[in-house]
């Protein structure tokens, strides 16, 4: 189970910011199958590559763990967006979440 997370994360990011495999590693500066190699299961990145695929990816390492999180980048802009929001309409907002979520 575990041994699968860290590919198919990191695929699931990678495709969520719509960049290829092949893009994603020559932006890192790795060879070209680099994130390939990765997302087929073959090798792990260094510690140090890891942090540098979630800067890439505009996440935190701890946001890249979290499961629940199917989009990390969505929510973090959506919480930044709600701080602005006044006491009214963040509840508004708050009520329309509870109900989407009531037919999940």
Do not use: V, W
Not at 70 to 91: G, H, Q, R
Not at 92 to 98: P, V
């Amino acid at each position: 189970m575990y041994e699968n997370f860290l590919p198919d994360r990191l695929a699931e990011l990678r495709t969520q910011k719509g960049i290829s495999a092949r893009d994603m590693s020559l932006s890192l500066g790795q060879a070209n199958n680099y994130i390939n190699t990765i997302e087929n299961k073959k090798s792990l990145p260094s510690m140090q590559s890891f942090f540098y695929i979630c800067e890439f990816l505009d996440i935190t390492p701890q946001e890249f763990f979290d499961e629940n999180n199917s989009n990390p980048k969505m929510l973090k802009e959506f919480i930044e967006e709600a701080k602005k929001l006044d006491s009214t309409s963040f509840s508004h907002i708050l009520g329309i979440m509870k109900e989407l979520n009531k037919y999940k």
